[in-house]
């Protein structure tokens, strides 16, 4: 008799495997980059090719892990890397 018992917890655990190997993909392009858009962390770490929603989800738990906290800004929102104010590094 084929069991099939451990068939969704490998696939859980795998599942699990690949989010964290994406967090830390991402935790490196922002050490190496510094604060970003969405977009361009999406360009450091290939996001497109993750599949759909794989990039948000990583930057959720991320950010639910203390890991991206400050380091990541939406390209409208306060904290863009191009000087916006609001920035961070805006002194006004």
Known sequence: ?????????????????????????MTHALQEAGPTSGDRLEQAVGGRSWG?????????????????????????????PDGAPGAPHDQR
Do not use: C, F, H
């Open 52 to 80: 759909s929603g794989r990039l948000r989800r990583a930057l959720r738990e991320s950010r639910a892990k203390g890991v991206a906290n400050g380091s990541y800004a939406p390209a409208d929102g306060p904290g863009r």
């Open 1 to 25: 008799m084929a069991g099939t018992a451990g068939t969704a917890s490998r696939t859980s655990a795998t599942a699990g495997q690949r989010l964290d190997d994406e967090i830390e993909q």
